[in-house]
Each structure stands twice: as C-alpha cells, then as structure tokens.
C-alpha cells in the first residue's frame, strides 16, 4: 500500500473550536511554525449556544470555582477548575473582541442564561448560535494563513519516538498518510457518537482517547459521560434533538404519563446529570409517555418569550401544535458529553513530551457532572493553552514512513461489516452504559465488547481504514463501560 508522507511543526487532530482555537494561538505566537489541521467534519462545537464567564458583578471566579467543583462532587482537578474559571472572563472578552457580540439587555448588561447547578446567570451568548459564528470567524482567519493546511484526514494511530511523539497516520480518500510531526494537538472531541442514542453524529466516537491510551497516555474520569437530559424521542421527525433546560427556570415543566411533574413543585433544580436520574427513574417508576421518556410541557412559558429568547427552538418546534397550550415533545436522556478524557495538565500538556490536548478530548475538568457553558468554556480556555504550549515546544522532526508501513502490513483485510461492529458497540452502551449502570451490566457490556473484538479480528472489514476504527472505537468504548455510582 502506497503511503503519502506529510511533514509539518504541529498536527492538529480536529476542527471543532478547541482546535482551531489552538491553531489561531499558535500562529500567533510562534508564525513561523507549520501546521495541519485533520478533521473529518461533524464537530460538536456548531451547537454550542453559549458559554460560563462571571460577568455578573455579584458573581466571581471563586463562586464559578464553587459551582463547578460541586457539580463534579470534588472529582473534579482543582488546578484544571481554577485555570477555566479565571480565564473565563478574558476568553469572553476576547472572543467580543474577534467580532463575537454577546446578546445585551436594554440596560446594556448582559443577556446571560443561568444553567443548571450555577449560583448566577452566566451563560454568555450570541443569539443560540456562538459556536458557529466563532468557527467560522476562526476558520476563515486561519485559511489567511499560508502556514496553515487544512486536511480532511482520519487520524487512527499516533507513533512515539525516543519518549517523544513523532508523528501520526492518517487516512485520505481512502489512501495512507504518514505525518511526521514533532507536537500533536489531541482536539477530537467526545465519544458521545458511539452510543446509538445520543446528540451527536457518528464521527464523534472519541477515537482520541484510543489514541492517547495507546501511545502510553493515561486517561481520567471515563465512567463519567454526560447525558443531555431532555433529548426529544417523540414526534420522530424531531428523534435526537436536544431541549435546552434552562427553559424550565422559564415555565417550562416535565410531565409523565400519568400527569406528575417529573421534577416536584419547590425542589432546587439539579445539574443536568440529577435532571437525568430523575427522568429515568419517572419512566422506570411507569410513568413513560409511551417512547420510553417524559413530556417536555412548553405551556409554562410566556410565548412571546419563548418566541424572542429561544427563536431558533420556537421556529423548529412551535408547529408541533396548534394550540399553543398543548406544546409539548417527548423526551429522554441521550448521551452527551464525554466528561472524562486525557489527562493533562493546566497547560494542557500531557506525560508524553509533544502531545498535547484540548476541549471534549481532555478530562478532569468536570468531574462528575459538567455544568452547561463549561464545554463551551472550556475549549477556548484550553484550546488556547494548548496552542501557547505547543507553540513553546521544540524538538526535531523525526521521518515515521517506516513505521507506518510496517504497522500497516501487519493490519489484517477481510469482507467484515465495520458498520455492524459500530452498531453493536452503539446498543452495548445504550443498554448498559447508560444513566443507570449495574456490576451485572457492565460485565455484560464488556463481554459483549470483547465478543465484538473477536468478531472484528476473526472477520475484518476490507479496507484496513476500517479496522483501525473499529479497533480505536472498541477500546474507547472499554474505557466509558465502567461502573459508575
Ligand atoms: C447538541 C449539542 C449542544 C451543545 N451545546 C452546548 C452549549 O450550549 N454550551 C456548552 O458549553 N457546550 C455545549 N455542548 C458541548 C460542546 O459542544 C462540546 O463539548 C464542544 O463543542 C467540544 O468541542 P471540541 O473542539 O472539543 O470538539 P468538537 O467540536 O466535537 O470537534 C471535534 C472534531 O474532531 C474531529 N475528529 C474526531 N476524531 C478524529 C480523527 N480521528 N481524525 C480527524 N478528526 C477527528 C471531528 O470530526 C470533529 O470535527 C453541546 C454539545 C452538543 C452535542
């Protein structure tokens, strides 16, 4: 098999915001430096609507330390805490600064969102849309740059060199790519696309993780997914589609079958993992609506409010009933964000010299349970950290051809359905490592997992690209299957 061969400073392994977050930096402080960005499209970062600063001038970055720390029970790196709430403010006056303009109210304050397990408003957002107009501002200063290439490539293995990192494979089109680089950048999100029922598209099945932990780095946190708790199952055509909760400290109220509130008139509401708990236990306790969730009742809120403050999810959903005291959708728990991941440190540097990581990809941040606005945080805050390091990082480039050909040759080719390998990984977790975990499950789970590595090893897909996925999407998954109080 033919390999391509790239040389470049720096591989970026995604394109989602904490990626190009990094690459921005980097061209700032080191221009000098080449870099690549890989990506196979289908980021999570397009969805973010908003993020944490302490803007309100009661609020501080001790109590936003607080709150965050309390939502992941104390699991939480304190150090990792304390860099994303101190820097917080500046992301978000930075991000103003790069043409992003936070919504205001008429008294020229902030429009700021409160998310549940935060002891303030703090959510600062571009209309419901901040996510996509900071990619495309990044993406097209970037394409500015003749320093930078940006690659539709999947990246399957990372190659270590003398204790350092010296490169990756890829694959393009179909064809082989060795890249020899001295740094990585790790920004490839969450593994949320494994699970069958989950927010996100198929291309995020947490293959950095695999990654890492096969070049000898450790990861932290794993059992620890978030599941977005309101996730529409009912009408179909809306299937996946997620209902923003802070909509419920607006009117808005969980309903089931038999017509109790999901969540008890003059109860604190709790992060969205509690929010979860206590949804898959009303449909447990037999009150499911019929699609195995609970009413998500949208009369409670003032429409013209809904109508102005939720524009986007009033287009979409307002059509869903005539009259407008009968809106209501169905919904259930779907898994979200990846809590857990590779473990770095405030710079996000890892143990192993030359690779680095940043937003969804990393753990410890979160701990436990991740308030909304901290992702969106979060891959600013060390998207940003990682690009200072990387671009402070100096070592030699070392040629990986060799290795890439001689890993490749020893990748077995059969007529396997990598597709039914996925799909089996998907309704693994979807039944054992979901919201509610037992022992029993979880050793289901994982000899389901290793039956399906059997399978995959015994039949392997035709094209080698394939196996590497499977292979990387397994060993994830054995990661997020895991007991989980
Ligand atoms: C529906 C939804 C709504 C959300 N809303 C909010 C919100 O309002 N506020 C908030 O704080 N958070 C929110 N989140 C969470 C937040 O969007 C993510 O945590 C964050 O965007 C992750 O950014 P990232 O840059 O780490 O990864 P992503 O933006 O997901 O980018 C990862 C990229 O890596 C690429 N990639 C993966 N593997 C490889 C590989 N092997 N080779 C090459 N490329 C690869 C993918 O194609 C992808 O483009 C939301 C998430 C979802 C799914």
């Not at 009742?297 to 959903?317: A, M, N, R």
């Amino acid at each position: 098999m033919g390999i391509s061969s790239v040389k470049s400073d720096v591989l970026i392994v995604g394109g989602g915001l904490s990626g190009l977050k990094a690459a921005l930096t980097i061209t700032e402080l080191a221009p000098e430096k080449k870099l690549v960005i890989a990506d196979l499209g289908g980021c999570a970062s397009t969805e973010v609507m908003g993020l944490c600063a302490p803007m309100d001038s009661k609020d501080s970055v001790d109590c936003f330390v607080e709150d965050t720390m309390r939502a992941g029970n104390g699991e939480n790196d304190p150090a990792l805490v304390r860099r994303l709430c101190s820097d917080a403010k500046d992301i978000a006056k930075s991000l103003e600064s790069d043409g992003i303009k936070f919504d205001r109210k008429c008294d020229g304050s902030y429009d700021m969102l409160r998310s549940l397990g935060s002891s303030f408003h703090r959510v600062v957002h571009y209309k419901t849309v901040t996510g996509k107009a900071a990619i495309e501002k990044y993406r097209t200063e970037l394409k500015k740059c003749p320093q930078v290439e940006f690659r539709k490539s999947r990246i399957v293995k990372l190659f270590v060199k003398g204790g350092r990192i010296a490169g990756a494979l890829g694959f393009e089109n179909g064809g082989a790519v060795a890249y020899s680089v001295p740094g990585v950048i790790l920004t490839t999100g969450g593994a949320a696309g494994l699970y069958g029922f989950s927010t996100w598209t198929k291309s995020l099945q947490g293959s950095g993780y695999a990654l890492a932990l096969d070049a000898g780095v450790e990861l932290t946190g794993m059992k620890r997914v978030q599941f977005e708790p309101c996730v529409t199952v009912y009408p179909e055509k809306f299937r996946g589609f997620p209902i923003i909760t802070t909509m419920l400290f607006e009117g808005a109220k969980l309903i089931d079958s038999r017509g109790r509130e999901v969540l008890k008139p003059g109860v604190s509401m709790p992060a969205k993992r509690g929010l979860a708990e206590l949804i898959t236990a009303a449909v447990a306790d037999g009150g499911d609506c019929g699609h195995g969730g609970v009413w998500f009742d949208f009369s409670g809120v003032e429409e013209s409010i809904f109508k102005s403050k939720y524009p986007e999810y009033y287009k979409k959903l307002r059509p869903v009933s005539a009259d407008y005291k009968n809106l209501r959708v169905e919904v259930k728990p779907a898994a979200h964000t990846t809590l857990g991941g590779i473990k770095i440190s405030s710079d996000a540097s890892t143990s192993l010299p030359g690779l680095f990581a940043a937003g969804e990809a990393c753990g410890g941040i979160h701990g436990r349970d991740r308030i909304g606005g901290n992702a969106g945080l979060e891959i600013f805050v060390f998207g940003r950290a990682a690009g200072i390091s990387a671009a402070a990082y100096k070592a030699s480039n070392q040629d990986i051809g060799a290795e890439c050909e001689t890993f490749l040759k020893n990748i077995p080719e059969g007529d396997g359905s990598a597709m039914a390998i996925l799909k089996g990984i998907g309704e693994l977790l979807d039944t054992y490592a979901g919201v509610h975990r037992s022992e029993a499950g979880i050793a289901k789970c994982a000899e389901g997992l290793k039956n399906l590595k059997i399978k995959l090893e015994n039949n392997p897909p035709a094209k080698k690209e394939d196996f590497l996925i499977c292979l990387n999407a397994l060993s994830t998954a054995e990661q997020l299957a895991q007991i989980a109080d």
